[in-house]
């Protein structure tokens, strides 16, 4: 069943937008699915890029973590030790992505990932430390909301959402958007 709006309008199967005047869509042939012209748009910028490599990640262009504790400090007040582990974690996370599957396997300490979990009160700085980080490191940044995300995008947003919102925030730039961060 095709899904649906307000006034019976195609909804965009990928964004959950209504078509309007301002918002075309482009039905299946069998006018079950929808997508608007922005996620078309989107879809092809992926397309085009799918055969794209990533280019290596050069360590010395990454700061140091006192380096990212020394800029988080500029424009956050307090929260130390979430800074510290950030820094950390950010600079760990970088030289991972900088050694080969080939050093891996022959290397005698393993880098872990890090999964970090920012746990406060409204306005403690957890977006803003992550959104620090995403201004120095020059990486987009894209917001999702936990409470909205289902599994299957039918009643709240769709995980692929989130995902178009960092590409939007790349500019459709896919390489750029593999390294951006995402803060649910």
């Known amino acids: ?4 709006g307000r006034n019976n309008q195609p909804v965009c199967a990928f964004c959950g937008r ?4 301002h918002r075309r869509v482009v039905s299946s042939p069998d ?23 990533i280019a290596p990640i050069d360590m010395s262009a990454i700061p140091s973590p006192k ?7 500029q424009y956050v007040i307090g929260q130390d030790y979430a800074k510290k582990v ?3 974690a950010v600079y760990n996370h970088y ?24 746990l406060g009160p409204t306005g403690s700085g957890k977006t803003l430390l992550a959104k620090t980080l995403a201004q ?18 039918y009643v709240g947003e769709d995980v692929e959402n989130v995902l178009l919102k ?19």
């Open 1 to 4: 069943m095709a899904r649906l």
């Open 18 to 21: 209504p078509a309007d005047e």
């Open 31 to 53: 006018d079950m699915i929808y997508i608007c012209e922005h996620c078309v748009a989107t879809c092809q910028t992926i397309l085009n890029n799918e055969a794209h490599t």
């Open 67 to 73: 380096e990212f504790k020394t800029y988080l400090d």
């Open 86 to 88: 950030l820094s950390v």
């Open 95 to 118: 030289k991972q992505l900088s050694i080969s599957r080939e050093q891996q396997l022959t290397m005698d300490v393993k880098i872990e990932k890090s999964n970090i979990l920012l």
């Open 136 to 153: 120095k490191l020059n990486v987009p940044f894209a917001i999702a909301d936990a409470t909205t995300l289902t599994e299957a995008g």
């Open 166 to 184: 960092l590409i939007n925030a790349a500019d459709g730039d896919i390489a750029a958007a593999e390294r951006g961060i995402i803060f649910i």
